[in-house]
């Protein structure tokens, strides 16, 4: 009889095959232990198991750049003496590990002892939250926290930490960065944080771009890429294709929803009662390009899919 394992070409026991296993989760949540009684791998010494599967740990990294930065002592288990930091921009009591919700991870985790060691350098000050701020559903960078109890804190210092943070995040996305400059008949609103969007929908902002021209109208952008926490703090839908550089919100305008309404290159979508929806069709090829869905204060723009 033919085992199962002599008919698998792929798994473990293919040796050409290059294999990973992912397992998330906090410090201190037990990754560590499961990969030494799943894999055999015998602790963080010896990281290689006897079959050659090698751990790869960024615990490993954070916990050294803990050391570094003057944090001695690491995941004792004991939770005492908590201090609440002080910057100039932030004002007392806005700290993440200030946050009620952040309690239960804090004491289960192994961010303990952070709380007996004086915060004294800025490189101090970034490790801390830019590890420990996402867990309470807030956001901070560089020490500046600007999402709190999911409400964006809208002052200079955090509008320009939501700024970089949106930056790096969009970067690992792989957006590209628009700006108003860029299209003769577009402007971008100031509250525009993260202009950072997928190359389609860059297509997409050029496309709207030209019909703007034809109406001899200045189409106003006030919404692109947003990070998921802040997109939750303004109320957002989970999911929002902002969160994927992939929406394009406008400011309402009465030539362009004319346009939609009137132009042989749309046609509305929407049913009774529901918000007007329109698709936009190339005026050459008749190829759909994006739709537009009008909401309350503006429209919402997508490539079509």
Do not use: C
């Amino acid at each position: 009889m033919v085992k199962l394992k002599q008919l698998l070409e792929e798994g473990v026991f293919d040796k050409g095959i290059l294999k990973a296993v992912f397992m998330a989760g906090g410090p201190g949540s037990g990754k560590t232990y499961v990969s030494s009684q799943i894999f055999g791998i015998p602790n963080k010494t010896i990281n290689i198991s006897v079959g050659g599967l090698k751990s790869v740990n960024s615990d490993t990294e954070f916990e050294f750049l803990l050391k570094k930065y003057g944090f001695a002592t690491f995941g004792t288990g004991k939770f005492t003496n908590q201090q609440v930091y002080d910057t100039d921009e932030v004002p007392e009591g806005t700290m993440p590990w200030d946050y009620e919700e952040n309690q239960a991870a804090l004491k289960g985790g192994q961010f303990v002892d952070l709380f007996n060691t004086k915060i004294t350098t800025e490189d101090q000050r970034n490790l801390i939250y830019d590890h420990i701020a996402p867990w309470g559903g807030g956001g901070s960078y560089g020490g500046v926290t600007y999402i709190k109890d999911d409400k964006f804190i809208n002052t200079t210092a955090s509008v320009n930490a939501y700024k970089k943070s949106s930056e790096k995040r969009a970067q690992s996305l792989g957006l590209n960065k628009v700006e108003g400059t860029m299209f003769s008949d577009l402007t971008f609103s100031n509250e525009v944080y993260a202009p950072f969007v997928t190359n389609t929908t860059k297509s997409v902002l050029n496309n709207i771009n030209l019909i703007a021209n034809a109406l001899d109208e200045n189409l106003r952008v006030t919404g692109l890429y947003r990070t998921p926490e802040y997109n939750s703090a303004v109320g957002g839908q989970d999911g929002s294709t902002h969160t994927k550089g992939m929406g394009i919100d406008v400011g309402l305008n009465d030539k362009f929803d004319n346009w939609l309404n009137t132009s042989t290159q749309t046609a509305k979508v929407s049913k009774g009662s529901e918000s007007d929806k329109f698709i936009v069709y190339h005026q050459t090829t008749g190829q759909p390009m994006f739709t537009v869905l009008k909401e309350d204060d503006h429209f919402h723009i997508e490539s079509f899919k």
